[in-house]
């Protein structure tokens, strides 16, 4: 029976590490995928901009 409750605190402990890394994790993952959207819709701005100066001539 105790070993069954070590058992048992030894898996608790890991998954509140690994939620904890899983956090960790997102930050990065998010950073970069605002910076990536930002350059997406930067560059279909210019492209709409440069559309539009290419039918004025």
Do not use: C, W
């Amino acid at each position: 029976m105790m070993l069954l409750n070590i058992l048992l605190q030894m898996q608790q402990s890991a998954t509140l590490e690994n939620a904890e890394d899983t956090h960790k994790f997102f930050v990065p993952v998010m950073v970069i995928a605002v910076i990536f959207i930002g350059i997406v819709v930067y560059l279909i701005s210019i492209d709409r901009k440069i559309k539009k100066l290419e039918e004025k001539k």
